[in-house]
């Protein structure tokens, strides 16, 4: 088969399909994040009414081989029983799975534990394509590879695919990298609009930032305090406006659908009802929940249960690869194929300067008819972030794709073709010649449903990537599991389409589309020390936040300084960030750079000052600020505002003094914004309003 199992070198990860051999996998049913999510709740039930079950049921003789009495067998649901069946046939006398079903006490002891256990065996079971069985057996072969070190790309020769490379501040486009300009592709765009579906990948916590909540709850800035998840939401609403004005149908809805996780989906859920949906209509927004797998503690796949609790099977994130599956099995691929929408876009949850190049990218997919397009920034050679590739194969031209390739695995591919000087920057830019994948999608609806309803049904090519205790490499520091990414769907296209598949990227200044929050302040500031420019940290990625957007105001005209390099940041709890202006323009004033260059004419802000722009009516002409400006304007307000001068105390950041007890949302940030000062102008009335030197609002019509 083409997608037959591999595995890594270096980072010791191996791949597999998920589909059950010949068939169709049958669909997933992701009902809960622990990975038994009616395990405790039916575990009482199904002890309660195992004798009106089976109670005289006899003991298979696979199970009663491995000690499994009738009395104890009795206890269980027919569920349970299958599930647990399933277990010890499919570990046929390796004994692999034996300290999950070996050695149970005679009935009347633990009992309840017992049941537990296999009603979580038979959530797993019925979770899994093939089965529990089929995913301990594809975790076998991968395990074997990933401990052999199989090298995956032995087949293939990696070259720099088709893409674009758009600058926001580029003018003319570079005819030998390019073929567009911004302007253009953004403007391509824009004819797209009303035909889109925003898929928002949101299963993880903020653990690694130190945050225990979920991270689209986290604030993007504290200037306006607004919530990924708001800002995302704003900028959908926003294009969905600028849609009613392109087709002149005020009809034209927006769908965003959020795959949650069993850690996210109550406080996702949540975070929308105490936001009232932001302002979305009812149904606008769907919710799909992934599950979790089973975890497995050694080479062999046995399965990962408690250390305090031999009755619990461990589980462990699955991957948001399963977004591909979920979109199909609940229907929405069939709804938007239906609606005639043409394209769906796949956003990660926090990464807010990444909404800047949905449109452009969207544009670009329309004009070369690419079937998947990947958003990706400039990277460095050696980097540690994945890079798209053109893996061509050495036989078959047919398996050869374009694709995400690890960056621990491009080295050792690079170095055995060409020069075999491995992963090096090209001495004209500085920069790896292979872009670096910012996990950011746009995918086209005819090919992505094909492709999904295809053999796999959209489950995605899995990997394990186990860490070992030593160079044996059989045992593991910590239980690993199968995982699988939503970026490695061009497999499925390589697979349901062959050559004809269409796939490609374009490439963004880092600036302009890509600084994630992932990482803690103290491994951000670790990183700094260690000479890291991005340390992934909030504090980075809200300052990035705020040098994007003086970026878009000079080259609009305004006099404002913009932090452009290093040597311009200044540390704040270890952190390098700007000094300032902090300026966020948001999605209601302006998602395109036609509208900023309309929007604004002159003006002037010194660098302690702090700008907030909201209103796609709203035109700023000629301001002279010196502190904090807030204006809002609501729908069908149309607000000019011409030599407004500002003078206020503004906004200070002050920094968190060692010790101190603060709130982890705080915390993180390493700071405080205390807020002294600052002019706030607020209009919801629609009209046409107009405001002077003197900060008055003056109705006109």
């Known amino acids: 088969a083409a997608a037959a199992a591999v595995a890594a070198v270096g980072k010791s990860a191996a791949f597999l399909p998920r ?35 089976t109670d005289a049921a006899a003991v298979p003789d696979s199970v009663s081989a491995v000690g499994i009495s009738s009395a104890n067998w009795s206890l269980l649901s027919d569920r349970g029983r299958t599930a647990l069946r399933r277990l010890i046939e499919g570990d046929d006398g390796a004994g692999a799975q034996g300290h999950v079903y070996g050695d149970w006490p005679e009935a009347g002891e633990e009992d309840e534990g017992k049941v537990r256990l296999t009603e979580q065996l038979a959530d797993l079971d019925s979770s899994y394509p093939g089965g529990l069985t089929a995913y301990l057996t594809k975790a076998r072969a991968l395990l074997k590879e990933s401990a052999e070190g199989t090298n995956p790309f032995s087949d293939y020769e990696a070259s720099v695919p088709q893409g674009e490379y758009l600058q926001y501040d580029t003018l003319e486009p570079d005819y030998e990298r390019t073929g567009m300009t911004f302007t253009e592709a953004e403007q391509t765009g824009l004819t797209g609009i009303a035909d889109v579906a925003f898929v928002l990948v949101a299963g993880g916590l903020g653990e690694r930032l130190g945050y225990s909540g979920i991270k689209l709850s986290l604030e993007t800035n504290l200037v306006t305090n607004k919530s990924y998840l708001a800002m995302y939401a704003t900028y959908i609403q926003a294009m969905q406006r600028m849609a009613h004005v392109k087709t002149g149908r005020r009809d034209v809805r927006i769908p965003l659908v959020i795959m949650t996780s069993g850690d996210t989906d109550g406080p996702t859920r949540a975070l929308l009802k105490e936001m009232n949906h932001f302002g979305f209509d009812e149904g606008q927004i769907s919710i799909v929940c992934q599950d979790k797998v089973a975890a497995l503690r050694d080479s062999d796949a046995g399965l990962s249960v408690a250390d305090d609790d031999r009755w619990k099977v461990e589980t462990k994130p699955h991957g948001h690869g399963d977004v591909h599956h979920l979109l199909l099995r609940e229907g929405y691929v069939d709804r938007w194929e239906g609606e005639g929408r043409k394209h769906v876009v796949f956003l990660q949850d926090t990464n807010a300067l990444i909404v800047n190049s949905v449109l452009p990218t969207l544009g670009v997919s329309i004009a070369k008819g690419f079937h998947m397009n990947s958003i990706c920034i400039p990277r460095l050679a050696g980097e ?73 049904q959209g489950v995605v ?234 900060g008055e609002v003056k109705k006109l019509l």
């Open 19 to 53: 589909g059950g051999g010949g068939g169709s996998p049958p669909a997933l049913a992701f009902r809960g994040g622990d990975g038994a999510p009616s395990a405790a709740a039916s575990s009482s039930s199904a002890l309660s009414s195992a004798v009106e079950s």
């Open 461 to 694: 090519v899995e990997f394990v990537n186990p860490k070992y205790k030593d160079e044996t490499r059989t045992a593991f520091k910590k239980p690993t599991r199968l995982e699988c990414m939503m970026q490695d769907i061009p497999k499925l296209f390589q697979k349901e389409m062959g050559s004809d598949a269409n796939i490609g990227f374009t490439n963004f200044d880092r600036w302009f589309s890509f600084s994630p929050a992932k990482n803690s302040l103290e491994s951000g500031v670790d990183a700094v020390n260690s000479g890291s420019t991005a340390p992934g940290t909030m504090s980075s990625a809200e300052s990035d936040k705020y040098v994007q957007n003086q970026r878009k105001l000079k080259f609009a005209g305004m006099d404002v300084s913009v932090t452009a390099d290093q040597d311009s940041l200044v540390p704040i709890a270890g952190i390098p960030v700007t000094p300032g202006p902090r300026v966020i323009l948001c999605p209601g004033f302006a998602i395109t750079q036609e509208e900023i260059m309309n929007k604004i004419e002159g003006g002037k802000i010194t660098d302690r000052s702090a700008l907030v722009l909201e209103g796609e009516g709203l035109v700023v002409k000629n301001l002279d600020l010196d502190g904090v400006l807030i204006i809002r304007a609501g729908h069908d307000c149309s607000v000019t505002v011409d030599g407004l001068v500002v003078r206020n105390e503004g906004y200070v950041l002050e920094e968190i003094p060692e010790g101190a007890e603060v709130p982890e949302e705080v915390a993180i940030r390493g700071y405080t914004m205390n807020k002294k000062e600052a002019m706030e102008i607020i209009i919801t009335e629609p009209g046409k309003y107009e405001i002077g030197k003197d």
């Open 384 to 456: 540690a972030a994945g890079a798209i590739a053109r893996l061509e194969h050495k036989t078959d031209p047919e398996k050869s794709l374009t694709i995400n390739v690890e960056y621990n695995q491009l080295d050792p591919l690079l170095k055995t073709q060409g020069d075999r000087k491995g992963d090096v920057a090209d001495p004209e830019t500085g920069y790896s010649p292979y872009p670096g994948n910012s996990n950011i999608l746009v995918i086209e609806m005819g090919a992505y449903a094909k492709t999904l309803r295809g053999e796999d």
